[in-house]
């Protein structure tokens, strides 16, 4: 029986370590997207090329935009495939490709610039724009749901099988958590993890982007025992909280999206 | 020989079947599609309609063009509404999130050409006080315009200030609670 699951754990670890064309057996498309491995998706997104250029916006609701910022950001990490020697699009083909990065489902190609930093220096107008609309049409939607997310306290060992569980998404599946994390009340932030190192007695170092800083990646250290995170958001005061993944499902949205594109 | 015979049975009867089925299922689309037809696919196929009273609502300025949409999506639910005689007027179909937020995308293209253009920034408002105060209108697309409303007012406030505070009157509770959320988000 566990010879069968550490068959099993392997075959999953062998597909994950393909890149999306092969995965699908076909011969790769030639672009750099398409020769990226799933696990270099994580490596791609340290890379502050490969990051907005703008930071967590006040959004027209004037309470900061973190959640979309940092679902744009991973949209963009995985489904853009930049084409720097291209003729550049149109503006329309720009807000058509802007609001395409509130989805997960398709890849896009930018044409004439050479990465996400660039092209998001140039229509950071646009992008933040698109992340206030895309707020109101879910804010409104879900209206009162943080109310029932979650504490922004736990046990320590809720948090800790947390922690054991973002380990297992991040360093065997190789995959780029988005995570909300809860404070009190209804206020909220959000980050993606990029990475996570394993520390003696069961705590984690965590690196990850957060949207108030998107120009720098940041660790947090996950000791055992820990009920919430304390942590320095914005300048002066730590805030408390409890992370929570969310928008899994994009993740294999972004896979399938991949197969289809690199074909 | 047999086999032979049966195989071409099978084969003549499996033709008969793939050739019904397109039919079948676009019959069973067009009997669905009425009702289920989301708001933005309706505005999309009205924008083509020669019906003068539609026709009246979609403005022909192409910047204002999603609200002028939402317009007239309520015009043809409406229309809907008053030619059946069996079933009573129904409300706009919900549009799912992506609909939603699709369209508050392109209503972002005009409001951020409101906010550089002062001579459009006058006509956004309008259309987005109209858009508010259309009481057929599905409640997400209001709440959405009254929020790009209240940003219009803040950001030109010797514009838009007076007569937002008019406006405002026609704000029901769920989007006045939607307007005061406040630093929930860092």
Known sequence: MFKASVIFASAALCLFSLNPAQAAGKKANSSKLCSTQWSQFQTKLQDGDNRLAFQNPAGPLGIGLCWWHSRMQRNANYLLDFKPSEKRASDAEVWTLIKGLTKSNAVQVVKGYKNLQDFSSVYSDKMAETLGQWQLAESFLQMGFLHGIGSNDVSSSSLQKTMDALYAEVKVKKNVPFQMLKMGGVATHAWLVTDMTKNRGGGYTLQIIDSNVPWSLQTYEYVPGMTQFSYNLMSSSNYNFVPYTQHESDLSSYQSALKRYCK | ?186
């Open chain 2, 1 to 186: 020989m047999k086999l032979k015979y049966g195989a071409f049975i099978l084969a003549l009867f499996g033709a008969v079947i793939l050739l019904q089925k397109p039919s079948a299922r676009s019959a069973k689309k067009e009997s669905v599609a009425p009702e289920a037809a989301p708001a933005v696919s309706l505005l999309q196929k009205s924008q083509g309609s020669q019906n003068t009273g539609i026709k009246s609502v979609v403005e022909a300025d192409e910047k204002v063009k999603s609200l002028s949409a939402a317009d007239t999506t309520v015009v043809e639910s409406r229309q809907a509404g008053a030619v059946s005689t069996s079933a009573p007027a129904q409300k706009p179909a919900t549009p799912s999130q992506e609909q939603v937020t699709d369209w508050a995308i392109d209503l972002g293209k005009s409001m951020l050409e409101a906010i550089h253009n002062p001579e459009h920034s006058f006509k956004m408002f309008d259309k987005l006080q109209k858009c508010v105060e259309d009481a057929g209108q599905v409640e997400v697309y209001r709440a959405i315009c009254a929020a790009n409303l209240k940003r219009l007012s803040e950001k030109f406030p010797d514009r838009f200030a007076q007569k937002y505070s008019s406006a405002q009157l026609s704000f029901d509770e769920k989007i006045r609670t939607f307007l005061a959320q406040a630093n929930t988000n860092f």
